[in-house]
């Protein structure tokens, strides 16, 4: 009785046909506004727009927009490290795990390959004179003593970098570096880990704007004042960005609640069908806690993939901030083919001691180059990537939910604010128009 005589009420209204349509609209508006967000977080990779020097507003160069992860990729995979992947394990474990012995053999063999080239390559550009002039005689006896003692050299170099590996590599600033490098890399990183969280963000936002827009045609009815079109929207778009960022992370910790099934879901149509009444539990967590055996696989994939890869610590190892350690214990181990009586004493009579010296340099930067080559090698990495890919998965599955939401947290954490504000002032120019597009022209 009371539904009919409101149901009479709404129909006699002056603006009934322009009441109905609140729902669809603010439902297809916040559908669209939650996308464009959406977008906005991880879109466009790079500053499109007007660069303006000391622009105050939102960290931005000038007036345009670069998406908030890529924009932030060092700071927030600098968050991810710190509250995750440290949480994983060390570096000198991850190192250990890849069997270094194996790559010390892969080395040795790629790199003997081209030993003698690489000895013409070092002696040509530091005494190219002399060493067109040296008899084959002399060459071939340092040939065959770099060959020999390479081995031996190769395994103990590789083994000593294993055992320091954690005072030649700061890992946070390895993985930072490679995102901010490639910022790509972040953005593809937490669309694999968050795709389904994302698309839910995406695909609810129209439910909860439908439900918005039924209590906001029942707002009109009671105050029909057609400011309240474009003011509610704008509550409803900051109210749908918060529900739907928030229902992906929260409840933290499962809750359960008990409850008598009387339906239970089937593959096909009717997609429901009764079941003998009993007692049931629903879980409440956020949706993306709940994914956590499923997400522990694609992000353990990422990580030994793209950043906690044998190339990329070789790299940090010979080129980033501690290099000058990492040069000074390889010295240690390749001037013993120097130090041998067979080269020691060719090289010393044919160079003189001031350039014999000098090459030791020399032979540092060739060699740290020579041994990067094998260290790029797709193949190597891709089987390192699977000694440890195991120990990841495996460490991402034990975290607990609270460690484990930040995988995915901090990009939306970082700037939430801003997807909120850009949620209600896309509501109230949306209202806005819905009110000059449809109430306007009925009354």
């Not at 055992?163 to 030649?168: A, F, Q």
């Not at 900051?238 to 008598?260: C, D, G, H, K, Q």
Request: glycine letters at 6%.
């Amino acid at each position: 009785m009371v539904a009919t005589s409101l149901w009479q009420t709404i129909v006699q209204h002056p603006q009934f046909f322009a009441m109905l349509t609140i729902p669809p609209v603010t439902a297809f508006v916040t559908w669209v506004h939650v996308w464009m967000a959406l977008k906005m977080l991880f879109y466009p990779i790079k500053f499109r727009g007007i660069r303006i020097p000391n622009f105050p507003f939102f960290g931005l160069p000038g007036i345009g927009w670069q998406g908030i992860v890529p924009r932030k990729a060092g700071k927030i995979s600098g968050v991810i490290v710190d509250q995750t992947l440290s949480k994983l394990g060390s570096l000198d474990e991850f190192f250990r795990a890849m069997e270094p012995e194996q790559m010390a053999v892969f080395i040795t063999d790629t790199v003997d390959k081209h030993l003698e080239a690489l000895i013409d390559e070092i002696m040509l550009e530091h005494s190219p004179a002399l060493w067109g002039n040296l008899p084959y005689a002399l060459k071939r006896r340092i040939y065959v003593q770099a060959h020999k003692e390479l081995p031996e050299i190769m395994q103990s170099l590789v083994t000593d970098l294993t055992y320091h590996v954690e005072d030649l590599v700061d890992m946070r600033q390895m993985i930072v570096n490679k995102m901010e490098s490639d910022r790509r890399l972040m953005v593809n990183m937490f669309l694999k880990v968050g795709q389904k969280e994302i698309d839910f963000i995406w695909h609810i936002s129209a439910l909860i704007g439908l439900i918005f827009g039924v209590i906001q045609m029942f707002i009109f009815l009671v105050v029909p004042q057609h400011w309240t079109v474009p003011f509610f929207a704008a509550i409803w778009g900051f109210l749908t960005n918060w529900i739907a960022i928030w229902m992906v992370f929260n409840p933290v910790e499962p809750r359960f609640i008990s409850y008598i099934k009387v339906f239970e879901r089937t593959s096909g149509f009717p997609f429901i069908k009764p079941c003998l009444p009993h007692i049931a539990q629903l879980r409440l967590q956020g949706g993306f806690m709940k994914r956590q055996e499923e997400v522990s696989e694609v992000f353990a994939e990422i990580v030994v993939n793209d950043l906690v890869t044998l190339e990329n610590i070789m790299n940090e190892m010979m080129y980033g901030a501690r290099a000058a350690q990492t040069r000074e214990l390889m010295k240690s181990h390749l001037y013993q083919i120097l130090e041998s009586p067979v080269v020691s004493t060719t090289l010393r009579v044919s160079l003189g001691r001031r350039d014999y010296g000098q090459l030791k340099n020399t032979i540092i930067d060739k060699s740290i180059t020579a041994t990067m080559v094998p260290l790029r090698d797709p193949e190597l990495n891709e089987s390192r990537a699977s000694k440890i890919f195991g120990l990841f998965r495996d460490r991402i599955r034990e975290l607990s939910p609270r460690e484990f939401q930040n995988l995915l947290r901090p990009a939306f954490q970082e700037d939430e604010t801003t997807l909120i504000i850009l949620g209600g002032l896309t509501g109230f120019l949306a209202g806005w128009l819905h009110l000059v597009l449809v109430f306007f022209p009925s009354m």
